[in-house]
């Protein structure tokens, strides 16, 4: 045999774990606007970007306005390179790119940008489809996708999609990704009004991501489980299930889960007809996701306390809440399917009195973005 021999290729400097870490972390802190794109340390490396991507994916629940600005100026920066100073190997390059594309689209998806969302979804798929891994990275993307669905109401395309793509990672050993497929199942059978359906679904969700040791998924499936036996008028069973999640919220800095938790104990104070302290949970809640950057949820809860207020004769207070509500929903155009809806409303704030069937019938089109 004959031929040249080639050598293995190698990166022309690199990081180690703990200097890639420091710098990630320290991107991250700063206001993205002086990342050192050139440096032998900076976060262009591939090891930078591996702690880089691990560190805005566990911070997504904590702060996911930040967390996609982040993802999207790594992106454009790492974009901007060429790849031929050989600082990655193979598709190590279109790895990261997709990457960063799918949590860029990920935490727009959690502030509610929808639009934004799927185009940063389209971007992960096209690098990930230059990757040796495509399935599984792809498998990724249709996830996010069907979350997407699932937020936008099209419901019965998750109960038809969740099925498949949840054995599909179940094949490939995904077993914590298969249970968030379980998970958005069982929310769109509740938000199709088959609640009883649900909670056995919910329940073994809960189980399994026990046995998986997942916290991010009990959280998950914990602050769900509350609204749901809160809706049942299991108050006993929801106020255990209460003092069991918030601990496992706060452990985990999980700000999202932890604001639709205040949003359980609103429904439970609510089902009890404690209306003043349900508002008081509602109003606890809307400030964690003020904090968190989640203009969609604070929109739902504007209109939920609304109701409550219209309860206790209070309309001139409901109108405010309402009147800070739509400008939201009309911004981030949440329920195209609710036109009707929102028109009667606008029209009844005219004329000073409140349609409350209107209003119950358009905070119902995206309550999901409170459970």
């Known amino acids: 045999m004959t031929g040249e021999l080639i050598p293995f290729p190698t990166p022309l400097s690199s990081s180690s774990p703990e200097e890639a870490r420091v710098c990630a972390e320290a991107f991250l802190e700063s206001d993205f606007a002086n990342a050192a794109v050139g440096s032998p340390n900076g976060f262009n490396q591939p090891e930078t970007l591996l702690a880089l991507c691990q560190l805005i994916e566990n911070r997504m629940d904590g702060s996911p306005g930040k967390m996609a600005r982040a993802a999207v100026v ?9 790849g031929s100073d050989n600082a990655f190997l193979f598709d190590e390059r279109e790895y990261y ?10 935490a727009l998806r959690v502030v509610f940008k929808v639009d934004e969302a799927r185009v940063w979804f389209d971007r992960a798929q096209a690098w990930f489809l230059s990757t040796a891994n495509l399935g599984g990275d792809i498998a990724r993307v249709s996830y996010q996708r069907l979350a997407l669905s699932l937020e936008q109401r099209q419901l019965q395309d998750v109960l038809h999609l969740a099925p498949p793509l949840r054995d599909a990672f179940l094949r490939s050993g995904a077993k914590e990704m298969a249970l968030k497929c379980t998970y958005l199942e069982a929310v769109a059978l509740r938000e199709l009004d088959r609640p009883e359906e649900a909670l056995p679904v919910l329940e073994a969700v809960y189980s399994e991501a026990r046995s998986l040791n997942s916290a991010k ?6 602050v769900c489980l509350i609204q749901l036996r809160s809706e049942f008028g299991h108050a006993d069973i929801a106020a255990k299930l209460i003092a069991e999640a918030e601990p496992i919220l706060q452990s985990s800095n999980n700000r999202v889960a932890l604001g639709k938790l205040y949003c359980g104990v609103g429904v439970l104070m609510r089902s009890q007809n404690r209306g003043v302290d349900a508002i008081e949970a509602f109003r606890s809640a809307q400030e964690e996701f003020a904090r968190i950057e989640l203009p969609a949820e604070r929109a739902a809860l504007h209109l939920l306390i609304a109701d409550l207020l219209l309860e206790t004769g209070q309309e001139r207070q409901a109108e405010w809440e309402i009147r800070a509500a739509l400008p939201i929903i009309d911004e981030l155009k949440m329920v195209p399917e609710g036109f009707a809806a929102m028109s009667l409303l606008r029209e009844s704030l005219r004329r000073r009195s409140i349609d ?14 409170v459970s």
Do not use: N, P, Q, V
Request: net charge positive; hydrophobic share 45%; glycine share 12%.
């Open 97 to 106: 790119l997709g990457e960063l594309a799918l949590l860029a689209g990920t």
């Open 74 to 82: 790594a992106y454009d920066l790492l974009r901007s390179r060429t």
């Open 217 to 222: 998924m009990i959280g998950t499936a914990l």
């Open 356 to 369: 409350r069937g209107a209003l119950r019938k358009l905070h119902g089109y995206f309550e999901d973005a």
